[in-house]
């Protein structure tokens, strides 16, 4: 499975990140968040533009969502 991992980068350029991974990948694939509720909030909000769903890797990871189609 195809990893996008956003440790580091910057908030202002989550979308651009997420929608070029989308273009790149077909579901499912992970995105690695961390704990930070504004990225997780920043990541599922392209997700569900781009017509996606999305859900916690395991509930004991919550920094990584696995994205699916609908």
Do not use: A, C, Y
Request: charged share 30%; net charge positive; no cysteine.
């Amino acid at each position: 499975m195809k990893k996008l991992d956003l440790h580091g980068k910057l908030h202002e350029n989550i979308e651009s990140e997420v929608i070029n991974f989308i273009f790149k990948h077909n579901p499912p694939f992970e995105i690695v968040t961390g704990d930070s509720k504004r990225m997780k909030d920043l990541v599922r909000q392209v997700i569900t533009r781009h017509g996606l769903d999305s859900h916690p890797k395991n509930w004991t990871n919550p920094g990584s969502i696995i994205v699916t189609e609908k």
